[in-house]
Structures are given as C-alpha cells and as structure tokens.
C-alpha cells in the first residue's frame, strides 16, 4: 500500500516535471508573506505543496477570552502571524491559510538562551518570557523556506518541511544555558478548555513523542507528533500548568519534573538543555500524525531520515518548482509574474493531506481509517473553495482533486450525519457556513469526467446530503421551496446556495442518465425564484407563511438573512442561470445598472463595518470581492449585451485587490480560493458555474500563458496587443479559428489548444 | 492470531474440563456477595473469571469531594456497591475486586420507567433522579448472574457477560415511557476533571458506540464501547452538562440534543426511549475495549452474537465451574465449602484481561500492540498478589499465570519509565505500595519453570527495575544498604520489600546459572539487616548519617516509616531468611514471645483508627490481616520450635476472617490475596517465600483436597481424624511416606501425589 502511494506520488511528480521546462526558476517569484498583514490571513512559514505541516512562526496566539470577555484580536491570528508584529513567539507546525476562522498552531518549538522561561510573555516586554524580538530585515520567507534572527537569543532559526515533517535548524551563539522549548499548551484561538489532554514521552536523549487531543474549531481532535534533535540534550524537565494533578500524591515516587520520561494533564510544557558553542546547529524535525505516536515515527523516518537541512528544503522548493510551472507565464512586469505565482503558491496549500505514510488516518466517525489507492485529504473550506479552487485543481492537479473528491465520499461513508462535507477540518466536520457545496466539486469533477471511484455513488451521497431535513432549514427548502426566516438566520444564502447546489446534482445526474434524480433537482434548482421580492428588487427573508420579512436592509450583512454578503451582493447569487435572473430582476434595461451600481456606489462606513473578513481595499463600491459570494459577478456582464464591462471590471479588480506586498490582500485568502480566482481571471477566463462546464470570458492580464495538461498536453492563452490598458477583448481564435461566443468549455481546454486574444483599449 | 489465541483458551477449558469431574455444582457454593459488607470492597455483580468487564450494580458513586473537602465515604465504594445502601443507581461495566483505592465504573446503565430524569438522585430520595430503591429481597447474585427488582420502576434487572460483554437483560411493565439510561459521566472515584473526554454515536437505532478517556487511579485511560439493543429504540437523546460548549453556534445547524447521531464533550449523558408491554424483555449487550470502537464491536459480535441470556449465563457459569473443579475439597460444613469457592471464586476474577479478540491493546507507552501467543493481562496489585495469588496461579493456571508474567515484560518493554509494572491499572502504571514486586511473581514463575518467553530476559527486566537509582529510594539502598528516611515515607517497607524482591533476583539468577547477578543481589537481600534497631527490637526508620530516627512508635501505621503497617508487623518482614531474622531479633528466646505477644497483645483504639482498610473484626491482637504484610506471619513459628502454634493461629484466623457473608471479610479483598490466603491456609500450606519453591506446612480446614495439575496429575491432601478440635498436625506422610519437615516442595507438588495430614486436638 504505501509503495503504491509513494509510487502515484512520484508518478505525479515525474509527469509534473516531464511536462515543465524549468526555463527560469518560478519559485524566485513567490512571496509567502503577501497577505500576512491584515486580514490576508496567510502565514509565511514553510509547507511543501498540500502539506500535512505547515511549519510557521507565531507573533501571538491570542487568547479566545480576555478578561472574562470575547477578544476581538484572536481574529487576526487565524494563522498566528500578524506583519506588524515586534516578536516572535515560537515556531509551531500546524496553520491554515487564510481563513476566517482559526485553530491548530500545534506542537510550538521555541529556542532560547539565558535562565530558563517558560512562559511566552509579552509583546511588550519580550525579555519577560521566551518571546524574542524580530525584524523584517532579518527575515527571509520562501516557499518551503523561512529564515529570522531571533534578536533576544541571537539564534538564527530556519525552517523548512516535507509533507509529514517539519525541519528546524537553529544556529545557536556560545551559552551553557541553550534551550529548545516545547509549548504543547500553546495553540491558535485559545479557547479557554481547548486543550483536553497532552501526553509527552521522552523516549531517549533525542526523541520524543506525544500528542494533544483538542476541543477547537475541530471539536474532536488528536494529533500526535515524533520529535527528534540532532544532537543529544544535556537534561529535560516538563511544567505541568494544570488546574489540578491527579495523584500528585504519588510523585514523591519520582523527581517527575526533572529528566523523567513522560507526562500527561491538559497544560504541559517541556524544556530540554544544551551547551552550545558559538554558531552552532542543533537540528530538530517534528513529524505529525492523525493517527498514532507510531505513525508519527514512522512518517519521520520514511520522509525525512537524514539530518541535510538544505536537501529537505531544495526538494520541497523543486515540488513547488515543478507545481508552478503548470502554468507558466509570460508577463509585463515582475509585479503581474509575483502575483501570478503567489497565487499559485496560496492555491496550492489546501486541501491538505490528512494520511500517514502508510496511508492511515482518524475519520470523522473517531476511528482508524486506510485511505486505499487514493491520498486523503482534509482542510475542505468549500464554502469557498467549490467556486474556483477546485475547478483549477481539475485542470491542473487533476489526479488530486479526484483524490479530493474520493475523500469526500469517505467522509459521507464515515460521517454520523450521514453527510458530505460542509467544512472539514482535521477529520472533523465544523458545518462552518451555508450551503451544502461538497455537491458542486463533486458534480463538477463528473461533469469533467474526473473521478476515480463510482460516480453513481458519488452522485447518491449528494442526494442524500441534500434531503437531509434536519439540516439547517432543508425540511422547509423542501416543503415550501425555501429556507424560512424561522429556522435559519441565513435563510436566503442557503436558499440561493441549495438551489445553485441542487442544480450541480442536476446536471451529474443527467450526464449519469438518472433521470428522476435529475427531475426532483432540477426543480429544486429554481428555488432561487421563490426568494425574490419583486418589490424591493432583492433576494429578501421569506417567513413561514409566504410573505417576505418585513425589516430589511439590503446594505446591511448583519442578521438580513445572508452570511458574509448583504442582499445587494447575494441578490445575484444565482450563478446556474443568470440569463433567468435578469429576467427575474426586470430584464436587461434594469439589471446592467444595478451591476453598474454595484461597483459605483457609495457604501456608507456604517456597512463597512459590519462586513466581515475585509478591509477597506477589499470592497470596490458596495462590490465585495474580499468575501466570496461576488466572486462570479464581474462576470454577469457575459450575460447583456455589455461583456466589455466585464472586462473591464476584471482587469480593475486584479490590480487593485492583488499587490506582492504583506498587505497585498484585500480579505482572507480563504484557503486559495481568491488565488483561485486571481489565477483564472488573470488567464482570460473563469468558472462561472463549476458544474457547467464551461469557463465565461474575461479578459487576460497575463501576455501568454502555457498551461500543463495531463497527457503532455498544453493549452495556451496568447494575448496580442496587451498592455494596461488594452483591457477589452476585440476578438478571439481557438486553434486559429474564430471564437464566437463568450465561454470555452472544459472539453476545449483539456483538449490542449490556443487561445489567442487580440486586445483593445477601446471595447466593441 | 485470533484463531490461535481461541484455541488455546479452548485448550485450556478443555483440560480443566476434562481434569475435573463435577460430580456436584460448585458454583453453587460461591456468594458474590461476600465482601460486599464495610471493608472487603468486593462486587455482588456479573463476571467470568479473568474478564475483562465486571458487570454490576452501584448503589453509590461517591464523588472523591463534597463541598470542596476530601469525601471520606469515596473509599466505601471502591467497588460502587455497598451492601446496607437501599438504592441502586444503576449497572456499570468495569469494577476492582477487593481493592484499596477506586476507578472504573465505566458506562453506567440504568433502565426506567415514567418521567425522563437524567440525573442520579440520592439515596434518601431515589425518586428525584433515575436511582431506584431495592431490598436483598428481590436480588441474586452468582457467579457470572445478578439479578434484582428495581421498586420504582418495577424493572427487574439481570447481568451476565462474557470475557468483553456486558450482557443485560430488563424485563420492563407496560409503559409509553420506558427508557435506558447511558450515563458517561457516572464513574467510581468521581475526581473533579476526572471525565476528561467522551464520545458517542448513534450509530443506527439499536447500535451506539462511544469512548471515554479519564484522569483517574489510571492516568491516561481511554475506554472504548459498543452497545447493541434487541428492540430499536423509538428515539434517543442527549444532555450535555459540560462546563462549557465548543461552537454551540454551529449547533442552529441541526438540534443536536434529539436524534442526532453524535456529541464530543467531557461530560455527557444518553437516553433511550421505548415503548415496552407488561414483561417485555429489552435486552442490553455492551462490548468493551482498550483499542477502538470499531475493536469493541469486533468483540461483541465474536463473543456475544445471539441474544440468549441464558445461554451466554450458563456459558459463564460453565466457565467458573471448570476453574472451581481445579481444586474440589470436601469439607464438613457447608460454611466451609462457600468460604473455599468463594475465595476461588474471588482469586480467579483478577488479573483481567486486557486486550480485545484479535489480540490488540494500549500498552503503557500509549500505542497499540498485538498480543502475539499469548493473553495480555492488565490489574496486577502486585504488592498484594505476589504473595499467594500468584503462587496459586501457578499451580492451577500456570498458562495464564506464564501469559502475566509475559504480559509484565511487555509492560516493561512498553514503560517509559523502563520498569516491570508496580500496580498495573487498565495498562496505566500507578505506581501503588512498596517494591518491585513484579520480581517475585517473575522469580517464581521462572523457579518453576513457568515461562513462556525468554527466562534470562525476565531476569535482566528483574535487574533493570531494581537498578532504577531514580525510584523511591533505590538509590540510597544501593548506596547504604537501606533506603534512607530522608527519600522516602515509607524508607523501612521498601527497605524490607526490596530485600526480599532482590532475594528473589538472587534465586532466578542462580537457577540461570547467572553467578554476577546473583552475587550482587543476594548482597542486597541481606539489606534486612541494615533497618533493624537492635535498641528497640523492631525494625526502624533510618536517616542518612546512619542514625536511626529518633521519634518512632511501634505501634502506630502513621508515618512511622510504613505502608499498610506498623513495625511490630513488618519486623516480621524477612519471608525469605526467617531462622537469620530470629537471630537478629535475639534468637527464639525473644522471637517466640515476640510472636505470642503479637497475637494476644491489645491494640489501643487510637492505633486501630488509623489502620487502613481494615475492620475491627480484620485485627487479631496487633496481627492485622487484614492488610497483607503479615499473611507470612503465622507461618514463621515453623522456623522456631514451636511449628504448632503455627497450626493454631493458622485454624483461629481461617473461620475468624473469614465468613459467606455480605460482611464476611475482614478488609479488603485485595484483588484476590486475601481469597488466596484461605484457599492455601485451607489446604493446610502456604508459600511463605514465593521463589523459594517451597511452601511451608500449617494445619489444614478441609477434610480432602484434589488439586487438578497440568497433564493429568492431582495432588491431594488427605486428612485424618479431622475436626474443629483436632487443628495440631500430629504426622504427615507423602505419598505414603513420612514427611519429616515442615514444607513441600514445588516439585512435589506439580508432580502430583497424596499429602496425607493426620490430626489431633494435641500438639506434639
């Protein structure tokens, strides 16, 4: 079994290199710390591409309550690393990129010099606690690479990764009090209870195991780790921080703090001593496991069993070399290339794998799990992620988001809900945001032909997910052909999002010839109509008794029925028909102005406010690109007569919400998702509707572009006259002939082929 | 492997079947009940011998606080079931057997009737909560069956089980309102924090499965459970009474607490609803294991497919009534047959078992392992059980007494600590009492040839524990000969312990031809010498400048240097070096009177109130038997001329302690030594020194003895001119020969053969 996983890996990877000509190094242009100021919420620590690890530094790790109260800062560390920060905290090897949310920062690592401190202290006073003081010009971040001097200790630290293992390195100056500390309390969103049990296991001078169990934004959560140094440690000791020791009584039995081999309790730290001499190494590497302390040794050694720091990182630079050079570019400047490959790089971390070497992990129903001929994944935000970061998973890393979708099939297979996922996180469901959008992956990757186990299953686990009645308001969406008001707060999202959802079933039934299943949702896919108020002309509150909710404000985001979005925004989510929304809305004469008006007017601060997840950047008018549910609306202008103006729009969206700065993100990153959307667009196109097939035209940023496809087959994107300002697409040829319509199809593309641009600065 | 460890339990009934021939039903003589009265801390419920479930009623479950202060009444019930309670809260399935101090009490079951209460109640009040009252009345309780009336809700509950299965069976009135209580938060010992996580799922409506993981007497503990009903329940719901609740707004997405298949948190309760007619039968079966879910599922459908109560009861029964006929007695009175198979009874329930069917369990390093050829055991109080329950084992079940002490070098290949077990509680080390005494268990299982793994690696795992400098005053004892008072509460039972524990090392060494070892430890078994007080005459707490303590009361067990013990008591302590022991103590002159005085002397009050675990009724003179450092005592006047007073005291303790009573014990149970003590002192020899390979002569109480031996042998003791009276041993012959010394060898005992005791109301 694992030689046939290490086998498709490699296949992977030799395909990937076969079909790239590694002309110029792509990872030059990655900058991992694009986003970590604000609200980006990406990290800048190393992770190789869909790593289990992602090895970070922590600025904070702010407390989930402060002073008994909800404090607001825990917010901005969802992965632990704010730019503006004075000081670092530790190195810890769990963090997801960009989301709204935050967890894991697991197994914190922090070397130090001096008395020995144990707790972190204060951004204030560093000194007062192993925190160090950093800064910028001592900081180097890579893909697979993160260097800093650590100005209290004076040790240097580097990190970088393998799939399962993070690599430290830390060149240490001359002390007789050189420590490596080991925070397991530590974590991102302290919760207060968050950590329900932490084992550690010194089983010699140079190993350790353990594990945490958790109860975060992952409720029920285990993982383990196998810790190794370099060099022996002279002596360790462990703190224990918790309220109470059972059995205390029974310690005198032992010094149990001072060089004994285990502990177990909720708050544990451990500390382990070295001399060292000027300008010394002492290595560390730190493997995860969802499964086992043993699973955990076991990744260590398969993956990562020498001590050759600069061999780890230079193969993990090469995996992202060769991922990046999928698509390869060709662009103005070096901002459009830093962008482009940036994106890529933030679109290439999640989904994360979630399996051992052996291919074991926990599944959602708590027990032990082989993922069979395919790589497990978790870390599905698809709330996000199923409107364009799995649509180009499906063009580039094809094998992997078939693997993507057979692991959500496992996860219905496990789940007690009898569900696919809605949010996975580490094996967990957190049922984070509406919809059910397990289903557009699904039946976008059937659409495209693009699945690996039995597509008719596939298909009956979103049925299944999508009758679950007891779930959040589908009884009513049944029954009445919407979410009533009374049963979810967000009722109009999820109707509008069911519908979308349902109308994906729709077509992977078709394709699959399941007639009925196609009738009962197709119909259902309408039920976008059944929350339209002609009245005020927006998506509104439907109650239980047919009339719309009286109080309403369609500026507002907060508690009008929607989520992350207000209904001037979700008004237009109905991405599977938008020539019958525009119908729905009035006809062209009064929808192009209310698309105009969009991104024109004027959004009182007062909304701003209340909208989540974004900066002041990352909103153009009352348009909303730094949350997700806008993201197709550029692209509703395909639909009237006015396509230029999508062109338009796009090519001002892309360098106004994209800089390759730490504060070059307008909102999260949402696991890849606005990369996703960066990437397509830049390109020249973007899916519209995963599930249709088809790609709507935009217009490209990019000069040309050479996408690698599976079979050694590229399609191209040439752009002719390109400039700034030649936003507006004259006309197009596919394989030199005419294109008369505003989509390619995935067919089209998959095929291989060109598709040449001629660019204008005036539109038709 | 599953097939192999089947057939040699198979093989092992097999023999015992076909050794004994059961002319009558000796289960009928065994009264679970007995010790269930004050301080014998024994369990009235189901189990079969060895099992890995105890499946029984608790009438309380007393929290180890009460209002912020230490609960004394917690250690009443050790074993939750405490026989002048007239209420019963409800069944568990895990429970210690005699022991000192509480845990278990896992997944607590309760079937009522009307209104749904889901807390407990109290006992003055049953009716506010799901506890019932009940009277002795309307109970029975057996070898492998309980049975009882519950008055409240007119349900009579009966129990059974197999190895893994806890098997119920409720016989329920009509009612619209019946329903099964699953409470996880119930525990004995119920530490504050003690329930650090539970997790349930429904898995369908007559499947549930779950685990808990506590920080209790066993540190580090995860219980897993499959649960299975014979009628699927109408509905199920939840309660959870944690402190705090993670993402309880996520919960809006379904109503989690009615109908839904799953919650995670520490503290949480479970019930299921029926509707049931007058007399119908809802049965219960619970299946438990150390591994998994998916391990504990695996057990319940390979030991307990069907649903036939009486047949798994008569199975079990069967089971005990094969390891009964191992030794069939006869005997005058009934009295004295219930008080033998009793304590048969008693001393086959522990050690338990402790993997699941297909050989897996947690070992003490947290991982996983596989019992590869043999059964792995778990509940060694070994400070109690190393004297004569092992010993016992040895003769009438050496496979299962070879597979723990196989099971004690796992543990000690597993140890972070690298240590044979001290007190091994579900796989977790507590490190209870005085010594090592793993080594004396191991010592004379490898002097009788009693091994199944690598006897010179028992050995080396013998040296490595007593090596151990860091370990309750190890290091001292090295470095002077005894363990200083400075390092230890209890510097003169470790020094005495240790002494006999490194005699036994000598011997094992000796028998392996291993002349280092044994030079070096025979050395340290003389270590006896170094605590006696020639000055006072009683061994004595000893400081570190060779002094010995200045403040120091003979009489009292409160920190005067002893465990369970004051030092008129353990000046005894040298079980393997008696006739050098009467020298020290001044030779027999000063040693018989020494001994008499013990026997006779009066205790005042004030040192009887701070003897634990113990009644009055368990303290004869200043000999306590009811704590086990002197069980060898009454034996030691068989190295002094007077081998008849021996006999004496042996026929006054055997009917004092013990009685087939509910309070027929005179201090706890201790897992079985104290059974052991009966069943050997009743057969009229005892293992004074276990690895010394004799066992010294007393006075037998039954009349005939067929002790069944591996390959068709028996050794029976065969006594004349028996009577209450007749207690002195006037001649012995084996095998038709004079006996002209006060032991039998091991050999002449495994050999088989007839001990012939001839009797009279004179000493010689």
Partial sequence: ?????????????????????????????????VGTQRMGHTFPGATVPFGMVQLSPETDTASYELNGKYNPRVYEYCAGYQYEDKTIVGFSHTHFSGTGHSDLGDFLVMPTVGALKLNSGTADHPGSGYRSAFSHSNEVSQANYYKVKLDDSRVTAELTTTTRVGFHQYTFPKSDQSHIILDLMSGIYNYPDKNVWTYIHVVNDTLVTGY???????RNRVLYFALTFSKPFAQHGFANYSKREVYNGFWGKFNQRKNFPELAAPQIKAYFDFKTEEGEKIKLKMALSPVSMEGALNNLRTEAPGWNFDQIKEKGQQQWEDELHKIEIQAKTRTDKENFYTSMYHALINPTIYMDVDGQYKGVDGNIHKADGYVNYTTFSLWDTYRALHPLLNIIEPKRNADMVTSMLMHYRQSPEQMLPVWSNSGNENWCMSGYHSVPVIADAIIKNNVNVNANELLDACVTTARHRNYEGIGTYIDKGYVTNEVSGTSVSNTLEYAFDDWCIAQAAKKLGRTDIYNEFIKRSENFKNVYDKASGFMRPRLNDGTFRKTFDALSTNNQGFIEGNAWNYTLFVPHQPTELIELMGGEKRFVPYLDSLF???LPDKYFAETEDITRDGIIGNYVHGNEPSHHVAYLYNWTSQPWKTQERVRMILPKMYKPTADGLGGNDDTGQMSAWYIFSSLGFYPVAPGSGQYAIGSPAVQKATIHLAGNKTFVVDVKNQSEKNVYVQRMLLNGQPLNRLYITDAELMNGGTLTFYMSSKHK
């Fill in 600 to 602: 024109t007017m004027h």
């Fill in 1 to 33: 079994m694992r030689y046939l996983l290490t086998a498709l890996l490699a296949a992977s990877l030799t395909q990937a290199v076969a079909q790239s000509k590694p002309s110029e190094r792509l990872v030059n242009y990655v900058k991992p710390i």
């Fill in 212 to 218: 945490r169990r958790t109860n975060g934004w992952a």
